[in-house]
């Protein structure tokens, strides 16, 4: 029992690394090439919110919960309690709906038929565009922040052996620094993990699935055009395919952990049976996958991304020059 608990917080301290490292990296590179440029693509400020709001998630759910299954026993306040359980559903809602942008961004340009602007500090560079992407992009904090105000009232510190009776998707999967959840009634509980399982989950990936097929059909519509459609796109419709496969590599690596987890949490909520703890334990690694791999997808696939990257190991040490 003692070697399958070290295994399972091992691999999951390996998830968790993964993901803080590489989204690091993300970040940091897109950062770092705005400062030289003052300016970036506007696909890269999508992309830099989304390692924003991985990062948040790791730190504040990710690296705790892989403390907590390593034994460390440390116990919030009640009212430290209610704000890291409205912080924790606030990121990961982000995250959501942040990976949606990306695919509804993109599917905007291919119906433009012209690339995006990049984003410059000067004001005369602000163009309608730009104004409106980061108009979407605060929108996706603020209003997701005001979502999850109210869960402020829900929450509660437990005792020591408090176990989670209920799990909502976007929160933890296991009762975190002595924070539970504390809804009037069983029933208003499960209300509302359903409102959230749907707004903040469901329509989202159905949402990146239809942008996203879209796009690729629109692409595939382009390929087989002549004329006027085909000469406006003569070199950006093989860049823009690929674009397309990477989003929705992204898409389908955030859909599978993001079903396993649904399937295990609802199984807990309505159906508990003895495998309820592995169903945990399950959605727990599945939660993490996303945040983990995702850099990965967008260093193999993000051209202007890897060669950053391969630069940076450059200059990193003389024996890292053959870095891909």
Known sequence: MVRSVFTQSSLYGLLVLLGVVGNVLVAGILSWGFLQQRSIEQSDFILLNMALSNLLVSFFRNILLFLSGLGMEAFLSQGWCKIFMCLWVWFRSVNVWMTFCLSAFHFAVIRRNKPAPSAGLAPGHASQELRRLLLVIGLVWVVNLIY????????????????????????????????????????????????????????????????????????????????????????????ERKAAKVILLLIVLFIVPWGTSLVSLNYYNYNRGPSGEYLVVIATFSNSLFIALSPLVLAAGHSKLRSKLKHLLKRGGPGRGTAS
């Not at 052996?161 to 539970?180: A, D, H, Y």
């Not at 509980?189 to 359903?194: D, I, K, R, S, V």
């Not at 749907?198 to 382009?222: C, D, K, Q, S, W």
């Open 148 to 239: 999850s105000l109210p869960l402020l009232m829900f929450s509660t510190r437990g005792s020591l052996n408090s176990t989670e009776t209920l799990m909502v998707i976007s929160s933890t999967t296991r009762p975190l620094l002595g924070c539970v959840w504390n809804f009037p009634s069983r029933y208003s509980g499960l209300a509302f993990a359903t409102v959230s399982l749907v707004v903040h989950e469901a329509l989202p990936i159905i949402l990146m699935l239809g942008t996203n097929l879209a796009t690729l059909y629109r692409l595939g519509m382009h390929g087989r055009s002549v004329g006027a459609v085909q000469e406006s796109l003569p070199r950006r419709v093989p860049a």
